[in-house]
């Protein structure tokens, strides 16, 4: 497998996505390992796609009188590192070296707060939805390079919010195709 390409010496942005650096992001615990791939789900308006709403929440700049959905994100300070939206399109807005705030209220393998140890990928689509194949590539060749950088993340760290925060998140939802996605990570070189 080649070795992810960095935008900086930091390594920890890479360079074939579109960085958009959010303000909603701090310092991981001093000595916490990143062992933790969570994978999300979002649209904005629920099931619209392919609307700058997304990116501008992350950024903090949603405007929130733009749909009656939006009312309950006013003030609401959240991030991901990365989103691939449904044609694919990758983009970061936090360095996986920092925490970004995707998780909430969420334990693994009875860790709390797994923001401080994961990096959270938000795929474009619903808990109900299915999600498209360039989705799946993108996410799979993101997953690769995360796993490049970070070993301690293998396919069995991988997990949904649901899997973090069952009872409060749904996400990625019954459209996700976890054998799919697990199956295209296994098959990149």
Known sequence: ???PQFMSEQHDILTDVIFKPSAFYNQR???????LLVIH??????GQYGLPYIEDLFLGCLDCTKHPSFIDLQGLEVSAHFLIKRNGQVL???PMNQRAWHAGVSNFAGRDNCNDF??????EG???????????????KTTRQIMALYPKITLERI???SDIAPGRKTDPGIGFNWK?????VRDIE
């Open 1 to 3: 497998m080649t070795q």
């Open 29 to 35: 615990p001093q000595g916490c390992d990143i062992d």
């Open 41 to 46: 789900c979002i649209s904005l308006p629920e």
């Open 92 to 94: 970061q807005f936090v």
């Open 118 to 123: 994961s990096i959270g990928i938000e795929l």
């Open 126 to 140: 619903t808990d109900q939805s299915d999600f498209t194949q360039v989705q799946y590539q993108a996410l799979a």
């Open 159 to 161: 997990v949904g919010h």
């Open 180 to 184: 799919t996605y697990k199956q295209l």
